[in-house]
């Protein structure tokens, strides 16, 4: 007789391959690569100075309601990040490695956080998730276990950051993709896309983490907030616009690459 825990990712891996749920996911792919190019344009108005939302996703989902059908992408956007988060909880009963499973843990958690910013866009509240963070960690400076909060959360992002990185010059995340299914031309693009796209955002996650910490040391609350403060950070640098355009850059090889993600990621 099959125990539960057999039973449960038997369950989960039947759900897995509902034919509406890959659908969602792959359509949520297409959303996670244009919110993506649209953080990179927001990258490239901070760098030109130009008045700009946060360098943040929730600043490029701003920018989307903005244009014309943005309220409809960002439904479609939401709905896509809910399905991926899905897919994940399900990865988490039907994979038995546990790196595996935290790896899911926190795609689910980072997918349903961007649903939320989207359903707080359409709802139209304007405070970004840069000033959420801001305001939770200035809450939290005041006591000394909240310090340490802030501390261990900055390592958190940081360690993510190195992941990304390590994932990017690695070219691990060719394992999650159906390689085969690629010509060579195609393979070869993909790849040059996901290591720009995944050292970028690596880079960018571990200042950010950094400055979580640096902001629990120095009890400044302004850095705390995520990527625009590590946007803002680069842009203080003696050469900050190229290094913001160089960002610019490796965000919309991501956005490519979650693009390609929607046609040949193993879902």
């Known amino acids: 007789m099959p125990s539960l825990s057999s039973q449960a990712r038997g369950a989960a891996s039947r759900a897995a391959d509902n034919s ?37 996703q929730s600043g490029a989902m701003h920018k989307l309601a903005e244009k014309p059908f943005g309220t409809a992408l960002i439904v479609v956007m939401v709905v896509g990040l809910v399905a991926m ?40 509240k304007n405070k970004s998730s840069a000033d959420t963070q801001q305001n939770a960690t200035e809450g939290l400076l005041g006591s000394s276990f909240g ?75 302004d850095k705390a907030r995520g990527l625009d403060a590590a946007l803002r950070a680069l842009a203080e640098q003696s050469y900050g616009t190229w290094l913001l355009i160089l960002a610019a850059l490796g965000f919309a090889a991501y956005g490519l690459f979650a693009i390609a993600e929607a046609r040949y990621r193993k879902v």
Not at 25 to 49: C, E, M, S
Not at 151 to 157: C, E, F, M
Not at 182 to 198: D, K, N, S, V, W
């Open 20 to 56: 509406w749920l890959e659908r969602l996911t792959r359509a949520g792919f297409l959303g996670y690569g244009v919110l993506h190019l649209l953080f990179a344009y927001v990258i490239v108005q901070i760098a030109v100075g130009a008045p700009a939302a946060d360098g943040d």
């Open 85 to 124: 988060a899905i897919w994940q909880i399900l990865e988490i009963v039907t994979v038995r490695r546990n790196l595996e499973r935290l790896a899911s843990a926190g795609r689910v958690a980072f997918y349903l956080y961007l649903s939320w910013n989207g359903v707080k866009v359409l709802q139209g």
């Open 147 to 221: 310090r340490f909060t802030v501390v261990l959360a900055g390592l958190v992002v940081a360690a993510i950051g190195v992941g990304l990185a390590y994932a990017g010059l690695t070219k691990r995340f060719e394992r999650h993709l159906k390689v085969s299914q690629m010509t060579a031309a195609t393979r070869r693009l993909i790849q040059r896309l996901g290591m720009a796209g995944y050292t970028a955002k690596g880079i960018a996650y571990g200042i950010a983490g950094v400055l979580f910490v640096v902001a629990a040391v120095q009890y400044d609350p």
